[in-house]
């Protein structure tokens, strides 16, 4: 039986390792003479301070790629200064403020799971003026639990694992004006 439990749990993290080491091509590519380059158009909200939160809130996730607990800090700091002058984000706000506080990184982005749920929420129902946000996934975050987060472009770096796992996920959702 122990065998067996063994066989099955190597079979499991095989799988979901190579499934998360596919990683996704951009949207839009440009090619200029040889070579090409990766383009991502930026997104514009019509409402200022959720165009600064979701620039914060990309900021805040970029570190946690780079697996940067104290730039994490000061990034969501500086999310939850923004996020409370937004009407209706006053529990997105505490959460930016409770990761602010937090020194440890999977704390962190433990909270971050629940801010990037809350942030979809809010951003979805936001006024664009152009561009689009995506919304990611990996299954493998918070245990297997999983964890959506937001990004600028298709191209997945994931903020749960930093460099562990670092193309882990997919596009599930494109949020653009309506």
């Known amino acids: 039986m122990y065998k067996i439990k063994l066989v099955a749990s190597a079979f499991f993290l095989i799988t979901a390792y190579t499934s998360c080491t596919q990683t996704q091509k951009p949207t839009e590519v440009i090619a200029t003479d040889s070579t090409s380059v990766a383009v991502t158009v930026p997104i514009e909200l019509k409402d200022v301070n959720s165009d600064l939160a979701y620039d914060q809130y990309l900021h ?3 570190v946690l790629v780079l697996s940067d607990s104290t730039q994490a800090q000061s990034a969501a700091k500086e999310l ?3 996020l ?4 209706g984000s006053e529990n997105s706000t505490k959460l930016a403020y409770e990761m602010a506080s937090e020194v440890s990184l999977s704390k ?3 909270i971050f799971t629940t801010l990037s749920v809350e942030l979809i929420t809010m951003f979805k129902k936001a006024e664009i003026a152009s561009g689009s946000m995506f919304v990611q996934y990996c299954p493998m975050a918070n245990d297997g639990e999983g964890g959506y987060w937001l990004a600028s472009e298709t191209e997945i770096r994931n903020p749960y694992y930093g460099d562990e796992m670092l193309n882990c ?3 599930k959702e494109t ?4």
């Open 60 to 62: 805040l996730k970029n």
């Open 80 to 82: 939850s200064g923004t």
């Open 84 to 87: 409370v002058k937004i009407s």
């Open 108 to 110: 962190q982005r433990t």
């Open 169 to 171: 996920g997919e596009v």
């Open 175 to 178: 949020i653009s004006k309506k």
